[in-house]
């Protein structure tokens, strides 16, 4: 193991979420957050859309934006008097161009985004921001598409976040993932639209530690965003998919300060994942208690009781979901009746996934690639052990010398 | 006492009582971490929840057991150096003397007692090695244990103070590298080890007997009384 790794191991930060850094640290950053938003203002926008007038149109009033707008304050670990600030940052988005790349997915962090049963207010701020380029979204395709994309990272140079979504093939088989006419592969894509931008985020569990394209056997050696780009500021929003009030989340504080949030050891912003899923759960009481659902649709099920031993993976798992929820606090997974996955975790798929206990997970035990689980191979060893003394023992019984002293 | 024999002091009051706080904490600890790996009794009894708190004084005992274990530990490790009674670490260092006493007691194990070239009465280089595996495991226990208990401690504040789960992530995130790169896999290692630490109770537990009943010296009297009896010399 070299130096680097040894001292990463031994410097990993926690997740430890400061969210009182004191009034004297807020007010020099109320102050130059203040000054960010003036030089925003003065941008030209990059398109014409007014917040004010979308969220007219949908039906919002202003008042449940500003109810929004503090929410938001909250969740980012700001005071409240950030609340009118973070408000105008949210009708400047449209000055921060964006340009969102999609890689091995589903596209499913995009769905989450535009597929809500009515727009609410995190997905149509979404909507507003300057989205320079969006393969799923946009009219324009093939060479059309191509140089709308070049277009947009020569103007913005230097300027433009770049969201990715999806898993980047390095392995075996990459050569079949490409993109535009000249035939590049994704890893070629990514680097080149990430050399000029501002900062990636990598969307989605996929972007983030590979997710399910990179789940065992990983055919295509499918890494994340992190492992591909070197020497840019890089946020990881990973759940699949992502929640968009992270998303928003990321961009307003970025607008706001011009710098990404604080992050964890997996860089995933603190405000969105510094919580553990299991100890703001609705359900905590029914866990404390003993009580399970032990089958689907069981009494217990219908009296939402603890979903752990249906495989609940909320005490292993750090995302805000279980305080933010989806669609705006509509629902999420453990409300609606099945347990965590996991989905914000590095390997999810393989070690998180399954509607079991820990106990029951039949990983694959160190037993030379046999799948077994844990208390499989666990007794198997026992068993062993006990049949070495069972034999040792009778050996013993039968030829064994016992000492003469003392023979009666 | 029989003619001929000597008794020899092997534990003092302290090692003894610790042994066995050692021990119930480990049976406390596997029947809770089984339970709280999977809920293997029944729960829904007709009582609202406050009532019950099963998980939650499972854990309890689980992290209560824990604590006096790896405090116990830490006193075990302490006198391994210090003791006044007994240095065990002289006999781990690798030196001619110890590691032929080491075979010789292992040979003697293996021939079943037909082979025995070393002096019984006193601790062995073989068992303070075996003895060492057992703190490794539990030294290992500890970090992944305090690894999967700092999680729930993400706001940073504890009931005393938030430089515990500070230390906490400190000397235990490196656990999450070693074992694999997720919190899971602490969970898997942390449920595995309890396995071998079984294994080495029940070798443990076999190997004092045998000791007694083909060396004839009263070997399983240490953990009670404290003594052993070996033959006077001639």
Not at chain 1, 16 to 41: D, F, H, I, M, P
Request: glycine content about 8%.
């Amino acid at each position: 193991m070299n130096r680097e790794a040894l001292r990463g191991l031994f410097t990993a930060k926690s997740a430890k979420v400061n969210t009182n850094k004191g009034e004297a640290y807020y007010k020099e950053l109320y102050k130059r957050c203040q000054k960010r938003l003036e030089e925003l203002k003065n941008l030209t926008p990059v398109n014409k859309v007014s917040i004010s007038e979308i969220l007219e149109d949908e039906g919002v009033s202003r008042r449940d934006f500003l109810k929004w707008a503090s929410a938001v304050t909250a969740m980012l670990m700001l005071p409240s008097s950030f609340t009118p600030l973070v408000a105008d940052a949210a009708q400047l988005m449209n000055r921060v161009p964006v340009i969102w790349i999609e890689l091995q997915d589903c596209a499913g962090n995009s769905e989450a985004l535009l597929r809500s049963d009515g727009p609410k207010i995190d997905e149509i701020i979404l909507d507003i921001i300057s989205l320079e380029f969006h393969e799923t979204l946009m009219a324009a395709a093939g060479h059309q598409a191509e140089s709308q994309l070049e277009d947009a990272m020569e103007k913005f140079k230097g300027r433009y976040l770049l969201f990715v979504e999806g898993a980047i093939p390095i392995g075996a088989g990459k050569e079949w993932c490409t993109i535009g006419a000249s035939g590049e592969t994704f890893e070629e894509h990514l680097k080149k639209v990430a050399k000029n931008s501002a900062a990636v985020i990598a969307v989605g569990t996929c972007a983030t530690f590979g997710g399910v394209p990179a789940a065992a056997p990983n055919p295509t050696g499918a890494v994340g965003v992190m492992d591909i780009v070197r020497g840019k500021p890089i946020v990881n929003i990973p759940a699949c998919p992502a929640n968009p009030a992270n998303m928003v989340g990321v961009i307003l504080h970025f607008v706001l300060t011009g710098q990404i949030p604080e992050l964890d050891s997996l860089l995933r912003p603190k405000f969105a994942f510094g919580y553990r899923i299991h100890d703001n759960c609705e359900r905590r009481a029914h866990f404390d208690a003993g009580e399970f659902v032990e089958e689907w649709g069981d009494e217990g099920a219908k009296n939402n009781f603890c979903l752990y031993k249906m495989g609940c993976k909320g005490p292993m798992t750090f995302n805000n979901c279980s305080i933010v929820r989806y669609n705006e606090a509509v629902n999420w997974p453990i409300g609606s009746g099945h347990g965590c996955i996991g989905c914000s975790e590095p390997d999810f798929w393989d070690k998180y996934a399954y509607e079991r206990p820990m106990a029951d997970a039949n990983i694959k035990a160190p037993t030379g690639g046999v799948e077994k689980s844990v208390d499989e191979f666990g007794l198997g060893l026992l068993t062993a052990a006990g049949v070495g003394i069972a034999i040792h023992a009778a050996a013993s019984a039968v030829l064994g010398k016992r000492d003469k002293e003392g023979e009666e | 006492m029989r003619e001929g024999y000597k008794k020899i002091k092997r534990m003092t009051l302290f090692m003894r009582v610790n042994h066995w706080v050692v021990a119930l904490c480990m049976v406390a600890a596997v029947i809770t971490g089984l339970y709280i790996g999977h809920p293997y009794y029944q729960s829904l009894i007709s009582e609202p929840a406050v009532n019950k708190y099963i998980m939650a004084w499972n854990r309890w005992i689980h992290f209560m057991a824990a604590i006096i274990f790896d405090v116990s530990s830490i006193v075990i490790a302490y006198l391994y150096f210090f003791s006044r009674f007994e240095k065990p670490y002289k006999k781990l260092i690798p030196n001619g003397k110890n590691i032929s006493e080491f075979f010789a007691v292992l040979i003697n194990l293996l021939t079943l007692n037909r082979v025995k070239k070393f002096d019984s009465s006193h601790e062995d280089s073989f068992h303070i090695v075996y003895f060492t595996i057992f703190h490794i495991l539990l030294l290992w226990m500890l970090f992944t244990g305090l690894q999967l208990y700092v999680h729930g401690l993400e706001s940073g504040i504890s009931s005393i103070g938030s430089w515990w789960p500070w230390l906490l992530h400190i000397a235990t995130d490196w656990t999450i590298a070693v074992c694999g790169g997720t919190n899971m896999d602490v969970r898997y290692a942390h449920h595995f080890t309890m396995y071998l630490i079984i294994v080495w109770v029940m070798f443990h537990i076999y190997y004092v007997v045998w000791r007694t009943i083909f060396w004839r010296e009263g070997d399983i009297a240490i953990v009670f009384g404290g003594y052993k009896f070996a033959k006077e010399e001639d």
